[in-house]
Each structure stands twice: as C-alpha cells, then as structure tokens.
C-alpha cells in the first residue's frame, strides 16, 4: 500500500489572519493529511515525518516572529529535504513585502521552497490593544476592521504546491 502524503502547516498568528488562511490552504489540499500547528502553543516533535512543510506567519513592525525565524533556522537541513511552502501574511505590497519577505526567510530556504507567496492581510481592531490599535489608525488609515485575504493567491500557493 503506499503512505499517506502527509502535509504540516506550522504557523503563528497574533490576531488570527495567518491561522485563518492556514486553515483555507489545509482545506484546499487535495492529497493526504494535513496537521495544523500553532507554533505558539504547540510543540513539534515530528517535523522529520512531514512529506510536505508549510510555514506561514505574519509582519509586525516590519519583521516575521522570532519564533518562526528560529524553527526555520533549527531544522534548516530538513526543510530543505521536504516539499516547502512559504506564506506571510502583511500589509505591505511591492518593493516593502519583498525585503520583508527576504527579511523573514533565509536565501536558502527561500530558493528551495516550491511555492510561497503574500496571502493578504487583514486588521482586527478587537483583538488589538490600545497601543496596536493607535499605530495601526496612524499608520494605515484605516479606523474600522477590514478582510483582504487574498483569496485568487491562495489558490495559487496551493497549486504551485500540488504540482510538485
Ligand atoms: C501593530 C501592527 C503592526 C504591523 N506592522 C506591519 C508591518 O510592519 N508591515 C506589514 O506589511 N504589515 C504590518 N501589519 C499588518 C499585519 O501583518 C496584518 O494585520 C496581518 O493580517 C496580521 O496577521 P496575524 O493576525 O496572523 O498576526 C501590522 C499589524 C499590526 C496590528
């Protein structure tokens, strides 16, 4: 019988857009078994058993979780044995989103992921405190909530992803 193909998505999320769109992209994937793992909270003591790596995260002041940059480096030489999707989730577009981009994932790690991709963004003022709540009025314009997860990229990241 063959094994299952079997898929991890390792994410953080500090208002919830990146845990939201993990959960989109694990429901997308057509083959196999997919585990949700919230860095945050849960321990991975498998990774070495994934088929296929996703690792998402989201940009706050510029920058990716340091939680996430430090499992990327950690298992950098079984990652780069693995099917690897990388996704971010951040305001930014353009020119800004790549050097954040490059910031959050290291060259090697990003040459060898066969798929990744910015998949929106969103701001959740009820989750936010004060301080996040002020910045962001400031920085963005924005005073009310908004959804701008990129739906169409999604689609696409997990194609990408498929193909391999
Ligand atoms: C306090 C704060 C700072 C942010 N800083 C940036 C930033 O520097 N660059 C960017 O592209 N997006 C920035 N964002 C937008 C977030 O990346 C966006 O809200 C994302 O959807 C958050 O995902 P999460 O809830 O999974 O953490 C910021 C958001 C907040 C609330």
Do not use: P, W
Not at 102 to 115: G, P
């Amino acid at each position: 019988m063959q094994k299952e193909m079997k898929t991890g998505i390792i994410y953080i999320s500090k208002h919830g857009t990146t845990e939201k769109v993990a959960r989109i992209i694990a429901n997308k994937l057509n083959s196999g078994k997919t585990v949700l793992i919230n860095l945050s909270k849960d321990k991975i003591d498998d990774i070495e058993t994934f088929d296929r790596i996703i690792i998402g995260g989201s940009i706050h002041m510029a920058s990716i979780h340091k939680k996430t940059k430090k499992l990327c480096e950690s298992n950098k030489s079984i990652l780069l044995t693995k099917n690897l999707g990388l996704f971010l989730c951040c305001m930014e577009k353009s020119e800004k989103s790549i050097e954040q981009f490059e910031n959050a994932f290291s060259e090697d790690i990003r040459k060898h992921a066969s798929s990744s991709a910015l998949l929106g963004y969103e701001y959740n003022f009820d989750k936010m405190n004060f301080f996040e709540r002020a910045l962001v009025k400031k920085i963005s314009g924005f005073k009310e909530s908004i959804s701008e997860i990129d739906h169409e990229a999604i689609e696409g990241f997990v194609n990408e992803l498929e193909k391999k």
